[in-house]
Structure formats: structure tokens, C-alpha cells
């Protein structure tokens, strides 16, 4: 009974953290393209207290995975999720970049166009989609 538990609070806070990655680098596009300094500062606001929220998402769900591992702990002989855990790790560069793109618009340090974005908003779609074939298919 334990294991579930886990797992639901696993995909709830997944769900969060995913929610957080898709809109996040939506945000910046909207950004790039603001040139009122209240719209900027509204983006500003806007971005930082959604990181805080996916963050706070993004650690659940580690912490979720691990207790996950820590009660199952025969899953770790499945080449499979090896790789979901390799996706993961890809995942959190991925909100660490992030995180780094906000301190760049927050300066002023924009190296990246609207359209750069939007090709980099896509990212965790593909990841997302990559995972969860693995956690439910279970190849290998």
C-alpha cells in the first residue's frame, strides 16, 4: 500500500513540475517581446514565483522517486530505469537552465530570440514523452 502512495504523490508533483516546465520558457517568450518596463517587470515577477513553484514540484517528485526506490528497491536491476533516471537528470539541467535564463532577462543579459524559446519550450515535452513510455512499458 506504501508503494502506491509514493507513486501518487510521485505523478501528482510530477504533473506540477511538468506544468511549471512547459509554461516557464513560454514566459520568456512573452519577455523577449515586452518592451514596456511594467510588462518586463510584471514577466519578471511572473517567472520568478513560477520557479519557485516547479522547484518545490521538481523536489517532491525526486523525493517521491526515492522513497519509490528506497520501498522497491529490485526496480534499480531494470535496465529501463537506468535510463528514465538518466532523462531525469537531463530534466533538472534542463530547470537549472532555467533558472539561469531568468537571471538573463533579469539583468538584461538576453542572448536568445522569441523564436530560440519556443524551440527550447519544447524540450520537456520530449523528455515527458520519453519517460513515460519507459515508466510504462518498462523496455529492455
Known amino acids: 500500500m506504501l508503494v502506491l502512495w509514493l507513486k ?18 513560454r514566459l520568456f517568450v512573452y519577455h523577449v517581446v515586452a518592451t514596456d518596463p511594467a510588462g518586463i517587470e510584471r514577466f519578471q515577477v511572473m517567472e520568478r514565483r513560477l520557479f519557485v513553484m516547479m522547484t518545490l514540484g521538481g523536489i517532491l517528485t525526486a523525493a517521491f522517486g526515492i522513497g519509490l526506490l528506497i520501498a522497491t528497491p529490485g526496480l534499480m536491476q531494470f535496465g529501463w530505469l537506468h535510463i528514465k533516471l538518466s532523462l531525469v537528470a537531463l530534466l533538472i539541467g534542463y530547470h537549472i537552465g532555467c533558472y539561469r535564463l531568468i537571471l538573463g532577462l533579469r539583468t538584461g543579459r538576453n542572448v536568445h530570440s522569441q523564436r530560440w524559446y519556443r524551440w527550447f519550450n519544447e524540450v520537456p515535452s520530449l523528455l515527458l514523452i520519453a519517460i513515460v513510455l519507459l515508466a510504462v512499458l518498462k523496455p529492455f
Open 8 to 25: 501518487a504523490f510521485h505523478i501528482i508533483f510530477m504533473v506540477t513540475w511538468f506544468a511549471g516546465l512547459f509554461y516557464l520558457p
